[in-house]
């Protein structure tokens, strides 16, 4: 049986030594940057930031959770986290 899983809306599984995209059969590790979100399309800013997000304000880092709510999460400067369907519908304010 392989092991399972999703990672930046990809769909990735074990093949026994390493995790690697169920579509292509590619390492996971280093080949991420280089894919577009699964979910959305974008690919990653420069900065790094997940494309649907850009550059958010007063934000240390976050994760539109690439089409998994629960994984979705904002942590601000003064470490406070916002998790879920919270930080998505502040992650679009704060958007504009």
Do not use: M
């Given at each position: 049986m392989?092991?399972?899983?999703?990672?930046?809306?990809?769909?990735i599984e074990h093949n026994?030594?390493?995790?690697?995209?169920?579509?292509?059969k590619?390492?996971?590790?280093?080949?991420?940057?280089?894919?577009?979100?699964g979910h959305c399309g974008?690919?990653?800013t420069p900065e790094g930031h997940?494309?649907?997000l850009g550059t958010l304000p007063n934000v240390m880092n976050a994760?539109?959770?690439?089409g998994l709510e629960n994984d979705a999460?904002?942590?601000f400067w003064d470490r406070s986290?916002?998790?879920?369907?919270?930080?998505?519908?502040l992650m679009n304010e704060l958007k504009g």
């Open positions: 392989t092991a399972k899983s999703r990672f930046r809306g990809h769909p026994g030594t390493e995790w690697v995209y169920s579509d292509t590619e390492s996971t590790v280093g080949k991420w940057q280089e894919r577009s979100c974008l690919f990653s997940d494309g649907c994760c539109c959770g690439h999460y904002i942590q986290v916002v998790r879920g369907s919270k930080a998505i519908n």
